[in-house]
């Protein structure tokens, strides 16, 4: 069974519902662009995670008693948000709706074909929603400026409820042909649990 953050408590989905690696194990720079990445942990940082460029490095600052594996995932968490900041493309209505037909095509044989496809600023607390009998797909503001691969993954799970309602396995299956839905699951994850830490500061300190 798939737990979708397009489906979970903070993002329901349907209906009136980010160089080599360091010495701290950080894995190397991905989306989020070139050169290395120094981790760096704080005792008196408890439980806010925090990321910015340095010259050709990124630092991202994470609390002192993270284990290895939440570093790497918040690593590359942080990693796309900064790439999604600093290459914030937001896509109008046209565009989305080009989007939407070239993924259908390409993932999906054509045979979603939505209506309208647009963006809108009263969803905040889903990625995505769409009506299967009118033809259309509303996706939140907050994906403006996210990394292409996770918007076009929220864009391909709308257009397959086009297709099939609900979440079971003849949904799944329409997804299997991307080739990035759990990298961007984990994004849109990552997305959720920053957005739930409290006092995320804005500078640089702790």
């Not at 299956?173 to 839905?181: G, I």
Request: a positive charge; hydrophobic letters at 35%; aromatic letters at 6%.
């Amino acid at each position: 069974m798939h737990a979708d953050p397009l489906n979970s408590a903070e993002t329901p989905h349907h209906g009136p519902g980010p160089g080599g690696a360091t010495a701290d194990g950080a894995p190397p720079a991905g989306p989020g662009g070139p050169g290395a990445v120094e981790v760096r942990r704080s005792t008196r940082r408890r439980r806010t995670v925090s990321a910015y460029r340095e010259g050709g490095r990124t630092i991202v600052l994470i609390p002192a008693r993270m284990s290895k594996d939440e570093e790497r995932r918040w690593v590359n968490v942080m990693l796309d948000k900064l790439a999604a900041q600093e290459s914030r493309r937001a896509l109008d209505d046209g565009g989305l709706a080009e989007r939407a037909a070239r993924l259908s095509e390409q993932y999906l044989r054509g045979r979603a074909r939505p209506v309208t496809v647009r963006w809108v600023t009263n969803q905040n607390t889903r990625w995505g929603s769409c009506t299967p009998a009118e033809g259309s797909i509303r996706l939140s503001h907050r994906l403006q400026g996210m990394p292409e691969y996770v918007l076009d993954y929220v864009l391909l799970h709308e257009l397959a409820h086009l297709l099939v309602p609900g979440h079971g396995p003849d949904f799944w299956r329409l997804l299997e042909a991307y080739p990035r839905t759990e990298r961007a699951r984990g994004f849109l994850e990552g997305v959720i649990a920053a957005d739930r830490l409290p006092n995320v500061p804005r500078d640089r300190g702790e």
